[in-house]
């Protein structure tokens, strides 16, 4: 592999679900892959393992993503193994494990949500913004929760509005480098975090909320990424892309 033209990203929360199809399918455009995970090491390395069986190169980080050390220790590990940073997508994220009214929440709740849906966020863009090579792509991820503005999803809908002023700010701040900072406010989408703590009568409404009438599916997800880092969605910049069949 030759490191001064590998294009190298790293994806946070990548061992499952939505995080590990976009990191398949950078993989799949030419990209090395830093799969980041927190706890599903097993995961991870099948997510790798996958990888490399396509003809891909990838490795499995460990780094809790609320935590600064942890998160300067992902970006080192991949600055040392493949020499450089040209993408970061920030997937890692956490729900209530059901609906859960404000009046209902208690603070650990939200903590742990803030801590990894926001501060996670805000210290990988951190890193990024030092350390990310010219010309290079960060997306986040929002949610389409936000414009849906439903009860029992308040703390974690303003968990991502942050992320998304981060994102439209940001953009702004890396004036001069070539870096486009976009975010994806993905609706209902087929994925264990989806499904957790709901029944099926609530899954099958949210299935034929959107006028496309059916759940996101992971690949959904992963091609609207594949867009935004490609040449082709080079002028898109400051955005936040609602990928959700239209369900708001």
């Known amino acids: 592999m030759d490191l001064s033209t590998q294009k190298v990203a790293i994806v946070t929360g990548a061992s499952r679900g939505i995080g590990a199809e976009i990191a398949k399918r950078l993989s799949l455009e030419g990209f090395a ?11 991870a390395v099948a997510v790798v393992r996958e990888i490399h069986d396509l ?3 990838a490795i499995a980080v460990q780094a809790d993503v609320s935590q600064s050390q942890a998160v300067e220790s992902l970006f080192d590990k991949a600055e040392k193994t493949y020499g450089g940073i040209d993408v970061l997508i920030n997937n890692a994220g956490v729900m209530a494990p059901k609906p ?3 009046a209902d929440t208690d603070d650990e709740l939200y903590d742990k949500i803030f ?3 926001t501060r996670g966020t805000f210290l990988t863009l951190r890193q990024a913004a030092r350390r990310l090579r010219n010309s290079g792509h960060i997306v986040n991820f929002s949610t389409s929760a936000i414009g849906l503005a439903m009860p029992g999803y308040a703390i974690y809908s303003g968990a991502k509005i942050a992320v998304e002023i981060f994102t439209n700010i940001m953009a702004k701040e890396l004036r001069g480098r070539n870096i486009t900072v976009n975010a994806i406010a993905p609706g209902p989408t087929a994925t264990e975090l989806f499904y957790q703590g709901k029944s099926a009568e609530l899954i099958e409404n949210f299935a034929h909320k959107a006028p496309l009438e059916r759940l996101g599916q992971p690949n959904d997800i992963a091609s609207a990424v594949a867009f935004l880092v490609s040449p082709e969605g080079g002028w898109v910049n400051g955005q936040i892309i609602r990928v959700n069949g239209g369900i708001v």
């Open 100 to 102: 859960t009214n404000i």
């Open 115 to 117: 801590n990894i849906n």
């Open 33 to 43: 892959v830093v799969v980041n995970y927190g706890h599903n090491q097993e995961q």
């Open 55 to 57: 003809g891909g190169d």
